[in-house]
């Protein structure tokens, strides 16, 4: 992998805020105690085996998800019911899914305008100059007119992060981005994201690329059984990690 | 593989020719072998469905065609032995399958009616002509507009009580704005003299009925206590509500307002174009029928079951509980009768049920009745489509800011309403056939106009029934594989590149 992300400037602003917060699916207790504070300008990896509740924890800091105990602030804003603090949030807070969500009946540019313009009452133009700056920096302006079903998984992932991205949002939530990826495909995704930690995004991921996590990320969360068991620097994470459940799952999945 | 034998080695130094096809599979001949004749049993098979298929063709083109009576004053012409269809009858009696009884001179309106329903609707239905936006605002405003006035006449009693009533309805809509503008907590907050005032004049309104004193009948003139009472009251609600909206702050709340005038002046545009007198003779709705009351009745219920499906299809489908059980006890009453009650139930009991003096008419009780039984089914079949829609889309859309209904309109209904289209279409196919059903609360469809005909004793004959069951089957026929056809190519058009 290419060097490390440098020079990122963590401020000592609180971006995201969880306390105390637990999460149920009718009888099961899938997210216990969660506490996590993060910084403006962090780059958060978050792993763990499957059905640890990772994914359910970032779905949780846009309201996908509603948490029934504690409290999660994401930019000063509380989430609880109220409608209108969720838009607020999700308006700030971009989101990349495993399986890409593009919108299918619209073409790509259709997809990056839609949000931009019926949530941020943009003009059209404005918002379609935006998008075309995001395809760029994406690397497929080429591909704006075709429909999410005409480009290949690499492109879609790509296609989605633009999407989120012409909300400007101020974090970015992926959701094991690379997952449904062929492996050829998974190295232009990463690419994409790495610009984008460069450039300063907040970004929280779940990911099981431990490549991306060691280049990218300043903090790993590793997470079991709905709690959170440990976090720390890439570097000590990987190279010595101090519980025995992170031991073996880095045994599994560092071969 | 290791188990296999290690093949020799292999190196092609020269392309294998490209061939043409062999005979089977190009040209007629070709088809024919491959399609009907590909072995002995099928062969067969095609010969005997072939001459079974010649055999009917022949029996009904000579019926209809070769010993048909094509000229004729009465039924004199067709009572021969051996003739076939009675087509004389059917030109003599078309203007009446056409209109009903509607009065001869006044057809022409009819006529226009249809003229300018085409003129619309040919354009909104081509893809490529432009437009649309004003195109359906003609056609879903203005058109129902000019149909009403030009087939009754218009000049409707609009009577004092009926715009104090529009008052209300408007002034009780803007008691709720806040909460449009607002959302639904902060909505009651700032509204919540507007509402105890709007309740109590509803609590008014409904106790005047009841109470019924015809001193106070006496004192207001011709209008009601109770109306009286709740405008004063529910008026006062709404202003409070557009006061609530002037005050604040924010665009959505000047736009919820801008609409709500827009609403009210339409409204009231409405009504005093309705009471208008445009020197029309009046013809009441008795006198439609033929193919004007099925089209009437079809074009009605197809126009409101579609938003109405929708609606009811969200409601069932929705997390608010009261929302949720009112759609399906509203879906699964309507289904589980037939359309023959619910005609019944409109035509003769639902006056049992109305303030006396309120009187609908016949045919629009039958359109409610249609259009509501209708939207049962087409929420059904938008269920389906929801259902189709992968949960990502929502999320996705949800994840962007988009509101709940900005998610539904422009992310998930047009990817499910197309998915749905076979089942809308076959919904619109079957309530234009069952429109015939309406000839039992006495209104006359096509249908039963070409029964009507074919009893008249100056034309019957053996042949005169089946002359008008055939010619009116081809009538429903064509507006039904029309409907098909193009929902065909709709979604033949909306399928490019969309695959997921």
Avoid at chain 1, 41 to 66: D, F, M, Y
Avoid at chain 1, 89 to 102: A, D, I, K, P
Avoid at chain 1, 214 to 233: K, Y
Avoid at chain 2, 185 to 208: D, H, M, P, T, Y
């Amino acid at each position: 992998m290419a060097e490390a992300v440098k020079n990122v400037h963590v401020s000592d602003e609180i971006a995201i805020q969880i306390i105390a917060m637990n999460k149920w699916y009718g009888e099961f207790h899938v997210l216990r105690d969660i506490n996590l504070t993060v910084y403006r300008g962090e780059r958060i990896v978050i792993c763990g085996p499957s059905g640890s509740g990772k994914s359910t924890l970032i779905r949780c800091i846009n309201r996908l998800e509603e948490h029934q105990k504690g409290d999660i602030l994401v930019d000063g804003i509380p989430l609880t019911n109220d409608l209108k603090k969720i838009d607020e949030v999700r308006r700030e807070v971009g989101m990349v899914f495993q399986h890409f969500n593009l919108f299918p009946h619209l073409t790509v540019l259709e997809n990056l305008t839609l949000a931009p313009i019926w949530v941020r009452k943009m003009p059209k133009k404005d918002a379609e100059a935006a998008a075309m700056k995001y395809l760029e920096r994406v690397k497929i302006p080429e591909q704006a007119k075709k429909y999410p079903g005409q480009l290949s998984g690499g492109q879609q992932q790509r296609v989605a992060i633009a999407r989120s991205l012409c909300m400007n949002p101020k974090i970015m939530l992926f959701d094991e981005p690379t997952s449904a990826l062929d492996p050829e495909m998974i190295k232009e995704v990463l690419e994409v994201m790495v610009d984008l930690a460069q450039s300063g995004m907040t970004m929280l991921c779940v990911t099981h690329e431990m490549g991306f996590a060691r280049q990218v990320a300043n903090r790993v969360i590793f997470m079991d059984q709905g709690q959170i068991i440990e976090q720390n620097s890439p570097k000590e994470f990987f190279e010595n990690p101090k519980s025995e459940r992170t031991k073996l799952f880095l045994s599994q999945i560092l071969h | 593989m290791s188990n296999a034998p290690e093949t020799s080695a292999y190196l092609r130094t020269e392309d294998a020719p490209l061939l043409p096809a062999p005979i089977s599979m190009v040209g007629i001949q070709g088809w024919i072998i491959a399609n009907l004749f590909p072995t002995v049993g099928n062969g067969i098979v095609s010969i005997l469905a072939g001459a079974f298929l010649v055999w009917i063709g022949w029996g009904v083109l000579d019926w209809a065609l070769f010993s048909a009576v094509w000229s004729g004053e009465n039924r004199e012409v067709c009572a021969v032995e051996g003739a076939g269809a009675c087509w004389p009858f059917v030109y003599s009696r078309f203007a009446q399958w056409i209109y009903g009884f509607y009065p001869i001179d006044q057809r022409w309106r009819v006529n226009i009616c249809f003229l300018v329903g085409a003129a619309a609707l040919i354009p909104m239905l081509m893809p490529s002509m432009p437009h649309k936006k004003w195109n359906a605002l003609f056609l879903l405003i203005a058109y129902p507009l000019i149909t009403l006035i030009l087939l009754t006449g218009g000049h409707f009693t609009m009577s004092a009580s009926a715009f104090l009533n529009a008052f209300i309805i408007l002034a009780l809509v803007a008691t709720f704005l806040p909460l449009v503008a607002f959302g639904i907590e902060e909505g009651i907050q700032s509204n919540r003299i507007g509402f105890g005032l709007a309740g109590f004049g509803i609590l008014v309104w409904l106790a005047s009925f009841v109470i019924g004193s015809s001193i106070w009948h006496s004192a207001l003139g011709s209008f009601s206590p109770g109306s009286v009472g709740a405008a004063i009251f529910i008026g006062a609600g709404g202003l409070l509500g557009i006061g609530q909206l002037r005050g604040a702050d924010n665009a959505s709340g000047q736009a919820v307002l801008r609409n709500w005038l827009i609403a009210g002046a339409v409204v009231f545009g409405l009504m005093l174009i309705l009471k208008m007198d445009f020197g029309l003779q009046e013809v009441e709705t008795s006198q439609w029928g033929g193919l004007l009351v099925t089209l009437v009745v079809a074009i009605t219920g197809i126009v409101a079951s579609l938003p109405l499906g929708i609606l009811l299809a969200l409601g069932r489908r929705s997390k608010m509980p009261i929302v949720k059980t009112f759609s399906v006890i509203f879906i699964e009453a309507w289904r589980g009768v037939p359309l023959i009650t619910v005609l019944f139930m409109a035509s003769v009991m639902l006056p049992l049920f109305l303030p006396e003096g309120v009187n609908f008419d016949k045919l629009m009780r039958a359109l409610i009745g249609v259009a509501l039984f209708s939207s049962a089914y087409m929420a059904e079949v938008v269920r389906g489509g929801l259902q189709a829609i992968p949960k990502g889309q929502y999320e996705a859309a949800q994840a962007l800011g988009l509101s709940y209904w900005k998610v539904m309109s422009l992310i998930v209904l047009p990817q499910a309403l197309k998915i749905v289209i076979p089942g809308i279409v076959n919904s619109f196919i079957s309530l234009f056939k069952d429109t015939t059903l309406v000839s039992i609360v006495g209104l006359f469809d096509l249908l039963q106009i070409a029964t009507t005909t074919s009893n008249d004793a100056k034309w019957a004959s053996p042949q005169t029934g089946s002359t008008a069951y055939f010619s009116a089957a081809l009538m429903f026929w064509i507006f039904c594989f029309g409907m098909s056809r193009y929902s065909l190519f709709i979604e033949r058009r909306l399928n490019t590149g969309h695959k997921r």
